[in-house]
Structure formats: C-alpha cells, structure tokens
C-alpha cells in the first residue's frame, strides 16, 4: 500500500482531532482517499511518512516561494530563537519589517502585524466601518478573506469545496451586512451602491482571485472598483493575502497599477511563519488604537521569530526582483506544458495563470467567476489529482485552488511534472 503509514497516523489523528485536520481542505474529502502526512520539506520537495518524495505546488499554500527550508531563513529563525522567543514588548524587528514593506509597496504609509491573514482582513474591515462610519461590505462570490464570520458569505477555498459557503453560526445580523456580487461584474457593484446608498463601508476583493481556482481580473475590473469606491465614500481593500511579494514585491496594486485604500497581507510574509498584517495610508491607520479608537490588539502580534522568518523572506524578494521573472517564465513553461499534452488527449480545459499562480479547469472554455469554476469537471480534476499524487507531485487537492509555483521549482521538476501527466489516462 502506497500511503500506509499516512493511513495509520490519519485514522489516530481523527479520535483527537476533528475531521483528522487543522484547517479542512487538508483533509482531501473533495478529491477522496487519504491525506498525505508530510514528514519534512526542501527546496522544490516534500517528503512523506511512507518516505516518497514529491514536487510541491502548494508551498505551504503560498508561503514558500523561496522553496522550502530556505537556508538564509533557517538561519534567521535559529538566531532570533536562541535570544527568546517573545516578549509582549516592542521590538527594533517589528520596525525593520514594517519599512522594508512600506518603502517597497504602493500607497501604504503604516503597517499593523498580526498572525494570520484572517486577522488581517477582518481587522481591515473593522478598520473600514470605524473610519467610514458605515456598517455594509461587498465581496465576490468565490473570494476567500478568512474564516471571520462576515466573510464566510458565499466564500471561496474550503468553504467552496465542502459545498457549505455559508456557515452555520454566522448569524442573521453578520449575513445582511456582507453584501455579494460576482467577481468581475461591475454592474452588480453599481447598482449594488444604488440600492445601498450611503451604507457601503467597503468592497474587499481578491484582486486575483485564487480561492475558486485562479481567477483573473478582466476589462479593468480593479481600476473601476477604486473609481466607484472612491465616488461613494467607500474604501477598496485589497485581500492580497495570497498575491503580496508574489505577484511581484509590491503584489497585485503593483503588477495593475492600481492602490486600494486598504491592503491585507499573509502567506509569504511571513516567510513560513504564522503572520498577516493590514497596510494603508496613515489617514486610516491612525484610526487604530493606541491613537485612535478602533480596536485591535494580538498578544503573539509581532512575534520575533516570525518577525525575523518573514524579514529574511522579504529582504531575499526585494534584492533579487529576477526571482519574480524566474519564477513566471516556469509557471509559463509549466502551463504551456500541460497545455499542450491536453490539447494531443483532446481533453478540453482552461488554465488561468498569472505570475506565479495558475489553475487548471477541465472542460471549461473559459473562467472569469465562480459560477464558471464550479461549472469545471471537478470529477475529473480528483481523478487528475490522485494519479499526479501517485506520480510523486503533489498538487492542490481541489480544483477551487490555486497552484503556488517556488523559485526552486525548475526545469527538472517542471520536466517530471510533464512526464507524469503524459501517462494520464483517462
Ligand atoms: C489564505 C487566505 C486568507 C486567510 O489567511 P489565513 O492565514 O489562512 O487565515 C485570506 N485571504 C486570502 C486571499 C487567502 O488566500
């Protein structure tokens, strides 16, 4: 038996924890079968409990852009370790990250740490109705912003692939002030604002989308939302939890020269490590406790170790911006690839790339929102998923995910990946 030992540990894990999982799109329920339990990861590589060897394209769903267990990181978070690992006070680090974001990102002047990306966004949102004085929010069907109660609204990610995109437990009162409409529709934000006159705090978009699959932004979608934001008195929030230092060092606002009002960032930033923050002009910053009044506080917020992971990370990215273009020219050698392999099995498909992100949809023409992704052959996707895993790669285990491409990630691992999906068969 191939996954053996990951078998027995999943079956012990699921008496003490729910579903086996900490965060439930490990659990491979949308593609069947049993999860992998990962024993070690390097570079471009992960390696199991049953000791098989696998190319990654999660990276950790985002973080390990650099690969993993990069050395110049390992050596940051052992010396930073060695010295404690968390005070509850200031530290010089947490100013040190904060300029090296501010000075290399558009449009932000403040930047507040926390530890996750769904703290980030739901802060940015709380943020949003202090400063706006306004209670309602927009958001896209098929985004991911977290598990806050306002975003678990027709929400992309594992709420997408467990079919439950409204959770029980958020109430009545939460739901009627997430307002929705679909990704790349501006005539639903229009009259959305019409009918909502003087009521819209903010709209939070993925500004690529990648918790339905990879989605792109299309006919100036995000230039129109800062317009019709800015006209309403509404603020844009860019989630770019998932695009921050990945689409390029200053993300999404960067690569489509467009700055929201407020940014939310995760994933890479913390170089591995559990961190999210939320950036923006100091006009709205400085509504944040100590000096202004909306609440928001984190004891582990700032944490050093994280701090000097994410740092490192950071610095690595900002001194050597050819890793952006290394890291798109494989992402497009690897879609051109797969592309063409498809096209000789006649299999009909989409994949959606941007930078280092992309998603493959079968027997879709096109994807431009969720109602298109979920029209993909996700049967097929599953059927595709465990003979790559078989194969030794390991891809996302849903078709609502995005590929995360790392820089270790080359030509003899974009090589294998081609080989493998040529013994598809179907
Ligand atoms: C992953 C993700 C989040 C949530 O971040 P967590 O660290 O898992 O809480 C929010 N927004 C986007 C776009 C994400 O991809």
């Not at 038996?1 to 008496?15: D, G, I, T, W």
Request: net charge negative.
């Amino acid at each position: 038996m191939l996954y053996q030992r990951s078998s027995a540990l999943f079956a012990e894990a699921k008496n003490y924890i729910p579903g086996g999982v900490n965060s439930p799109v490990r659990a491979f329920n949308s593609v069947g079968g049993t999860p992998v339990f990962i024993k070690k990861a390097k570079g471009a590589y992960l390696w199991d409990e049953d000791g098989r060897k696998y190319v990654d394209y999660i990276n950790s769903w985002g973080p390990a852009i650099l690969g993993h267990a990069h050395e110049a990181v390992v050596e940051a978070v052992k010396k930073q370790a060695e010295k404690g690992f968390s005070f509850g006070t200031p530290t010089e680090l947490e100013t040190e990250i904060a300029k090296v974001i501010v000075e290399g990102v558009p449009g932000i002047d403040k930047i507040r740490m926390v530890s996750s990306g769904t703290e980030a966004c739901m802060s940015a949102i709380r943020l949003a109705r202090g400063f706006t004085g306004k209670d309602k929010i927009i958001k896209f069907r098929g985004c991911y912003h977290g598990h806050a109660d306002s975003f678990l609204i027709s929400a992309g990610s594992g709420a997408a692939t467990f079919g439950m995109p409204i959770s029980p437990g958020v109430t009545q009162g939460t739901a009627k002030d997430t307002l929705l409409a679909d990704y790349n529709n501006i005539e639903q934000i229009l009259s959305l604002f019409e009918k909502n006159h003087g009521e819209i705090a903010a709209v939070i978009v993925e500004p690529v989308a990648g918790n339905m699959g990879c989605v792109l932004p299309e006919n100036n979608f995000l230039t129109h939302l800062k317009q019709i934001c800015s006209t309403n008195g509404a603020l844009l929030i860019f989630d770019e939890v998932m695009t921050g230092f990945r689409l390029a060092f200053g993300g999404a606002q960067e690569v489509y020269n467009v700055e929201a009002d407020l940014v939310c960032y995760g994933k890479v930033i913390g170089g591995g490590l559990p961190v999210g923050a939320f950036a923006g002009r100091s006009e709205i910053m400085d509504h944040l406790a100590p000096i202004g009044d909306v609440y928001q506080a984190g004891t582990l917020s700032g944490n050093p170790i994280a701090m000097a992971a994410g740092l490192t990370t950071l610095e690595i990215l900002r001194d050597n911006p050819t890793i952006y273009l290394e890291l798109k020219n494989s992402t497009s050698q690897l879609a051109i690839g797969l592309g063409s392999i498809l096209n000789q099995k006649n299999i009909p498909h989409t994949i959606n790339r941007k930078g280092s992100m992309m998603s493959l949809f079968f027997q879709v023409s096109s994807v431009s929102n969720f109602k298109d992704a979920s029209e993909a052959n996700h049967s097929l996707f599953n059927h595709f998923f465990h003979h790559m895993l078989k194969e030794g790669i390991y891809l996302p285990p849903s078709g609502y995910e995005t590929w995360f491409i790392s820089k270790d990630i080359t030509e003899e691992e974009i090589s294998k990946t081609l080989e493998a999906m040529e013994k598809l068969e179907y």
